[in-house]
């Protein structure tokens, strides 16, 4: 098992959200963050002052995955949430241990 | 007489009682009549189990023993899986015979599968009360005696009346206390989505509280707050039955309504509508409904009881007195008979900042309940329509003010629109709120953006922000009616306008904040708004900065009012950079998007009048910037159109209007150097106070310019002559045969034309070359002067600069002048620029 974690601009959810639902991954923890990457913020100016705006929103996706579906996974995130311009967020991988499902008290199958 | 009767016979036929009790309790809450009733009649059937116990157990001491029931079960309000509560007293000493009867009475009790609850004391015990148990002495005001000797439960009973002087005032304040310990446990908020029907807040706990204190308190003003008994009878037997249906679906002792149980308890409980949604909701708005009652009825009670000290009156108006409650009726048979005094007392507490008297809300409660009175009662005339304008203009404590108007049925008489969304249930997991404690809560987001750095400017600056609070007030109401519920929200807000006489503008920016009241947020949150083509797209959803402003502000109170987690740093982030681009693009950006012919033609040849052709309007609309089709109805634009026939280089068509509260010049000329400052520099001249205004200039190098103004010394009013001396100052000045400036020069000398200004801020003078293609964009921010645009407009025209598009907006004390500008055709270079910053910085600091 792997856990995924996707830094991507906000509006992308949706997209990234689809596009996983269509591989039957359904489970994700989205959360709204801030940071900044390559793209280090602008200067924003509002009746001539100039504000900075140093820390971007975007949202944090994670999901968890089985290994043998973690590169299609990827690829599916990386096609939903790419423009092509900088501020497009990155993708981390990171191995699970072990899974339980709280109400059951399973362990995840993998 | 007593029987002896064998253990298991004994425990067989108390089974099958108990069976048939419960039998029964479940039969009633499968019928939704678990309620009241039926928990008695299973209070008593339990009454004779024990009854039945104590007798076959009686033998075991000699000593007189009285079986008591405590709390719910004293009550006689025992629900299925209720624990029983019992007081077992002793008349004397507890040795070995009471405790063989105890344990003789409880393990078949155990058995049973009762959960038992109980003390053991014996009358001793009471001779001093122990005041620091304050939990078991409150118990005691539901004690009923089920089995046992009478007359020493009549000495105990007799005891506790002879000292209850000594003990009720201490325990009335633990309840207090204790009530407030269990609100904190559910954050202090009725509104829960899976309430706990017991203890939650305005559930049958506060419903025992509010009895409790009524008996505690023997204060007769307590009682005259319990504006209608029958409210908390009404309240107590929905949440019994609830309450019941959740026992038997549980088959054990908890009390919350979860989502699952909440569309088994509607069907239960009969309600109707096309699916388990819609039925779950019409519950979950009537339990809402009942726990708002319980939770306004104990806390009038709760006020009530406390000992008020005796305070001077303070007569403040036509039958009204501010006493130390705050402020209420002198005569009560007098404000029943006029209602239209009622706003006026809520008016009073708002402009002094406290509220409105229990006594008198309670009052208005139950004439509008027996009366029904229309918004037309309160709002006779004009003038009180205008009050209730002014009473709604965001203030400290407006949203408070507002839930009481609606708790005493006022806000629901005023506005019966929001009247259909009161306690509605939105079911999903983001609202918490019913949908009209969501929309006070938005009111009252609105007064905490007051005291914002950031925002609070912006709302302060608006002209008309009760407009604002009238939109929230309206902006889901539709949700009480099928449809887009924004959309039936507008429909439903054009009666509520027509009844308060609204003009049209107020009119038209209360649709639009209504029709759009979600639209920057979807956009913020779920569009890519870093792209141009959106904030473009977004941009162009307004037809001025204050629109936008409006919605912005709008949007922050709405998204926060949904629950208190939903605006995050992160969401207000977005929407602030949403605002700052699109208003950006409003100011900076608009004027590369010219309105070619074939558009213009199309947008206005509908209701074009006879005397223009298509022809004509394409040519007048050619160049000029598609912003122009925002600013003005087509009306206004055919007048523009008519306008611009034969005007000449030295000529100028202008017409002057009064609408309302400001005058607006329109002028129509052809392009030439220092045209708008000369303009401007006219008003100045005749004292006008200019408020907004816009100049735009086509291709054609045709100049459009329009002022609002407010006309400060009443010149126009003043002087018969006045509009005519007006006309021709400014015919002569556009042709040349006067000069504005020396005009000017003696009046700004005068101390009248140097009004200082209340805060003085360091002017802003900010080049943008990135908005626009074709134009530099000059924006300046500082203290508004008399004279300013002229001497600001002088200033760039004197560096050979040309002024195509101009937008003023005045804020408070605050003038924003936004100019594009180009030098020779194209935009300012970095020497031009910097020349013209340090002369306009000169002329400010000079004119400072």
């Known amino acids: ?110 | 007489m007593a029987v002896h009767v064998g253990q298991a016979e004994l425990r067989v036929r108390q089974q099958q009682a108990l069976d048939a009790a419960r039998g029964e309790l479940v039969a009633s809450t499968e019928r939704g009549e678990g309620g009241r009733q039926a928990l008695a009649r299973f209070s008593d059937a339990v009454d004779e189990i024990l009854r039945d116990l104590v007798e076959a157990v009686a033998a075991e001491t000699g000593t007189p023993i009285a079986v008591c029931a405590l709390g719910g079960y004293g009550r006689r309000a025992l629900s299925l899986h209720s624990d029983i509560d019992l007081l077992l007293l002793v008349g004397g000493r507890i040795g070995r015979p009471e405790e063989r009867f105890v344990k003789a009475l409880l393990h078949p009790l155990w058995d049973l599968k009762f959960a038992v609850g109980h003390h053991v004391r014996e009358l001793d015990d009471f001779d001093r009360l122990e005041t620091d148990n304050p939990e078991f002495l409150l118990a005691l005001m539901d004690l009923r005696q089920v089995a046992g000797d009478r007359a020493l439960f009549d000495r105990f009973d007799g005891i506790l009346r002879a000292s209850s002087g000594h003990w009720h005032p201490q325990i009335l304040d633990a309840l207090v206390t204790l009530t407030d310990e269990r609100h904190i446990q559910f954050q202090d908020t009725l509104y829960q989505l899976e309430p706990d029907v017991k203890d939650g807040p305005g559930t049958l706990r506060d419903i025992w509280a509010t009895r409790t204190i009524l008996k505690l308190a023997g204060e007769p003003r307590a009682a005259a707050a319990v504006s209608a008994p029958d409210r908390l009878r009404d309240a107590e037997e929905f949440l019994m039955q609830v309450r019941s249906g959740i026992h038997l679906d549980m088959g054990r002792n908890v009390n919350v309504l979860s989502y699952e149980l909440q569309e088994k308890a509607a069907d239960r409980l009969k309600y109707v509508g096309p699916d388990a949604r819609r039925r779950a909701e019409a519950l979950m708005t009537d339990y809402f409904r009942h726990a708002r009652a319980v939770t306004r009825v104990l806390g009038r009670v709760r006020r009530a009881a406390k000992p008020v000290p005796a305070t001077p009156i303070r007569l403040i108006g036509q039958n009204l007195m501010w006493v130390v409650e705050g402020i209420t009726f002198a005569d009560m048979k007098q404000a029943a008979a006029f209602p239209v005094s009622w706003l006026r007392a809520f008016e009073a507490a708002a402009s002094r900042n406290v509220q409105v008297a229990d006594e008198a809300l309670a009052l208005m409660e139950r004439e509008q309940e027996a009366n029904r009175h229309a918004p037309g009662t309160f709002l006779p005339t004009a003038g009180d329509r205008h009050r209730l304008m002014q009473f709604l203009r965001p203030r400290q404590g407006l949203a408070a003010h507002l839930a009481d108007m609606r708790d005493c049925g006022l806000l629901g008489a005023l506005f019966p629109e929001f009247d259909e969304i009161s306690c509605r249930v939105t079911r999903d997991f983001y609202h918490k709120y019913t949908v009209d404690e969501h929309t006070l809560l938005t009111v009252r987001n609105v007064e905490r953006l007051l005291d914002h750095p950031r925002f609070g400017p912006v709302l302060r600056e608006l002209p008309a922000p009760e407009l604002l609070v009238l939109a929230l007030l309206y902006h889901d109401v539709g949700k009480a009616r099928e449809g887009n519920h924004s959309e039936v929200s507008a429909d439903m807000a054009v009666p509520m306008m027509e009844r308060l006489g609204l003009d049209d503008h107020a009119k038209e920016t209360i649709l639009f904040l209504i029709r759009n009241h979600l639209k920057m947020s979807r956009v913020a949150f779920r569009r890519d708004t870093e792209e141009p083509e959106v904030v473009k797209q977004f941009a162009s959803l307004f037809s001025t900065e204050d629109h936008l402003k409006l919605l912005w502000l709008l949007t922050l109170a709405d998204v926060g009012a949904v629950s208190p987690d939903t605006l995050t740093g992160w969401k207000e982030e977005l929407l602030w950079r949403l605002y700052v681009d699109a208003y950006n693009q409003m100011t900076l950006g608009y004027g590369d998007e010219i309105i070619d012919r074939s558009e213009a033609a199309a947008q206005l040849r509908a209701g074009r009048p006879d005397d223009i052709s298509e022809p004509e309007i394409a040519k007048f609309l050619e160049g000029l910037p598609r912003r122009y089709l925002m600013l003005f109805t087509p009306e206004a634009i055919y007048r523009h159109v008519r306008l611009s026939r034969d005007v000449t280089a030295d000529d100028a068509h202008f017409f002057l209007e009064n609408k309302a509260a400001v005058w607006e010049l329109t002028v129509v000329s052809l392009d030439k150097p220092f045209l708008f400052s000369n303009i401007s520099g006219v008003l100045s001249y005749y004292g006008m106070d200019i408020v907004r205004g816009h100049a735009l200039t086509s291709l054609t190098g045709l100049v459009l310019d329009v002022f609002q103004f407010i006309d400060r010394d009443r010149f126009f009013e003043r002087n018969s002559q006045g509009r005519q001396q007006f006309d021709r100052t400014l015919i002569d000045v556009v042709a040349g045969r006067t000069d504005i400036r020396a005009l000017l020069k003696n009046k700004e000398r005068s101390v009248v034309f140097r009004r200082a200004p209340l805060v003085r801020r360091t002017p802003v003078i900010y080049f943008d070359n990135e908005h626009s293609q074709r134009y530099t964009v000059l924006e300046l921010v500082a203290d508004d002067a008399p004279g300013l645009l002229h001497r600001v407009s002088r200033v760039i025209s004197e560096h050979g600069v040309d002024v195509d598009l101009v937008l003023i907006s005045t804020e408070g004390q605050k003038a924003i002048d936004v100019f594009h500008i180009t030098r020779g055709g194209a935009k300012l270079a970095e020497d031009a620029e910097a020349a013209l910053k340090g002369d306009l910085d000169r002329m400010l600091k000079e004119s400072a």
């Open chain 1, 1 to 110: 098992m792997k856990l995924i974690k996707a830094i991507v601009r906000p509006n992308m959810v949706d997209n990234i959200k689809e596009a996983l639902g269509k591989m039957n991954i359904a489970g994700m923890t989205v959360t709204e963050v801030r940071g900044h990457g390559r793209q280090k913020g602008h200067t924003a100016v509002y009746r001539g002052r100039e504000y900075e705006v140093s820390l971007l929103p975007k949202m944090e996706i994670e999901v968890v995955v089985p290994d043998p579906a973690v590169d299609e996974a990827i690829k599916a995130i990386i096609g939903a949430a790419r423009t092509g311009e900088i501020g497009d967020g990155r993708v981390f991988v990171m191995p699970v241990e072990q899974g339980y499902n709280i109400r059951t008290g399973e362990k995840d199958v993998v």
